[in-house]
Antibody, heavy 125, light 107 residues
Framework: QLQLQESGPGLVRPSETLSLTCTVSGDSITSTNYYWVWIRQPPGKGPEWIGSIHYGGSPYYNPSLKSRVTISMDTSENQFSLKLDSVTAADTAVYYC?????????????????WGQGTLVTVSS | DIQMTQSPSSLSASVGDRVTITCRAS??????LNWYQQKPGKAPKVLIY???SLQSGVPSRFSGSGSGTDFTLTISGLQPGDFATYYCQQSDSPPYTFGQGTRLEIK
C-alpha cells in the first residue's frame, strides 16, 4: 500500500525559501505508472495544485507559482521535494504531497490519491 | 485557468437526508471532474472520479453525475461520518483547480 509523508520546517521567515520533502513507501517513485504532485491549502480555503513531476520527465508547475517553485526527485531516498522561494505570508498553508493517479485504461481520467497527512508551514518573522 | 464554482458554500442536513452539491466549471471539461471529502485536520480523500465513477471502498450512497460544465455530487441517506467539507476538482487541463468547498453540517 502506497504511503506518503511530508517533512520539513513548520516556520519559515519572509523572503526565505520553503523546503519540504515527501517520503514515499510501498513502491518506487521511479515506476512509470506514477506521477507525483504537491498541493497546498491555505487556512479556510480550497486546495491549490502547485506542480507535478514524473520520473524521467520534466516537472510542470502552476503558472501562478512557476517563477518561485522547484520540484525534484531523489530516487536513492525514494523522495521528491518542493522548494518555494521568496515566501510571504500568503504562502502560509498546509502543504500536501500526493500521487497523481492516471488511469491505465487510456481514458485520460486522473485524480489525486493517496495524499500525505499534510504539514502546516507558517511564514512569519 | 479553469474556475470551479461550488454551491452551496455550506449546507445543514440531518442523518438520513439526501443532499446534492453542485459544481460548475468556467469552460467545458468533458467528464474530467473529481469529488473529494475532507474532514477537519485530514487530507482530502477522493470519492468520485471521472464525474460518476465511485472510487474503490467508497460507499454506494455517494454518486456523481454531469458532463461539460455542470456536475453534481449526491449523498443518499446521510451518515454521521459524512459531515465534512466536499471539493470538486477539474482534471482536464493544468493548472488543475479545485472548487472553494461545500461544508456539510449537522442540522
Amino acid at each position: 500500500q502506497l504511503q506518503l509523508q511530508e517533512s520539513g520546517p513548520g516556520l519559515v521567515r519572509p523572503s526565505e525559501t520553503l523546503s519540504l520533502t515527501c517520503t514515499v513507501s510501498g513502491d518506487s517513485i521511479t515506476s512509470t505508472n506514477y506521477y507525483w504532485v504537491w498541493i497546498r491549502q491555505p487556512p479556510g480555503k480550497g486546495p491549490e495544485w502547485i506542480g507535478s513531476i514524473h520520473y524521467g520527465g520534466s516537472p510542470y508547475y502552476n503558472p501562478s507559482l512557476k517563477s518561485r517553485v522547484t520540484i525534484s526527485m531523489d530516487t536513492s531516498e525514494n523522495q521528491f521535494s518542493l522548494k518555494l522561494d521568496s515566501v510571504t505570508a500568503a504562502d502560509t498553508a498546509v502543504y500536501y504531497c500526493a500521487l497523481w493517479y492516471v488511469a491505465v485504461t487510456g481514458t485520460g481520467d486522473n485524480w489525486f490519491d493517496p495524499w500525505g497527512q499534510g504539514t502546516l508551514v507558517t511564514v512569519s518573522s | 485557468d479553469i474556475q470551479m464554482t461550488q454551491s452551496p458554500s455550506s449546507l445543514s442536513a440531518s442523518v438520513g437526508d439526501r443532499v446534492t452539491i453542485t459544481c460548475r466549471a468556467s469552460q467545458s471539461i468533458s467528464s474530467y471532474l473529481n469529488w473529494y471529502q475532507q474532514k477537519p485536520g485530514k487530507a482530502p480523500k477522493v470519492l468520485i472520479y471521472a464525474a460518476s465513477s465511485l472510487q474503490s471502498g467508497v460507499p454506494s450512497r455517494f454518486s456523481g453525475s454531469g458532463s461539460g460544465t455542470d456536475f453534481t455530487l449526491t449523498i443518499s441517506g446521510l451518515q454521521p461520518g459524512d459531515f465534512a467539507t466536499y471539493y470538486c476538482q477539474q482534471s482536464d487541463s493544468p493548472p488543475y483547480t479545485f472548487g472553494q468547498g461545500t461544508r456539510l453540517e449537522i442540522k
